[in-house]
């Protein structure tokens, strides 16, 4: 079983930077896909960054392309998203992701498609 836990969550002026974490527990190998999804208040849930572990190979949401570094800590086995220039529609809560990359590429972002999500942590952007 795979369990995933954010960390890095907070609140920021709008121009700040903030990094989130994500630890998964259990056999999460290459095989595996991670990702970065947001939610923010009414909106549906969209895809932030996301990355395979097998190639190493990062994906960015348009929304974020140039203020967002998605990285992993192979040793420390943690996944973290750099966020800088947060702008206030950055506001939303943020979650980890994973599943087994299967058929669909792992820049197929489609909520649906990830069947092992973390509890999600608020970042809030204040103007």
């Known amino acids: 079983q795979v369990q995933l836990v954010e960390s890095g969550g907070g609140s920021v002026q709008a121009g700040g930077s903030l990094r989130l974490s994500c630890t998964p527990s259990g056999d999460v190998n290459s095989r595996y896909c991670m990702a970065w999804f947001r939610q923010a208040p009414g909106k549906e849930r969209e895809g932030v960054a996301s990355?395979?572990?097998?190639?190493?190979?990062?994906d960015y949401a348009d929304s974020v392309k140039g203020r967002v570094t998605l990285s992993r800590d192979n040793a420390a086995n943690t996944l973290y998203l750099q966020m800088n220039n947060l702008k206030p529609e950055d506001t939303a809560i943020y979650y980890c992701?994973?599943?087994?990359?299967?058929?669909?590429?792992?820049?197929?972002?489609?909520?649906?498609?990830?069947?092992?999500w973390g509890q999600g942590t608020q970042v809030t952007v204040s103007s």
């Open positions: 990355f395979y572990i097998g190639s190493g190979g990062v």
């Open positions: 992701a994973a599943r087994i990359r299967g058929p669909w590429s792992c820049r197929n972002m489609k909520v649906s498609r990830y069947n092992y």
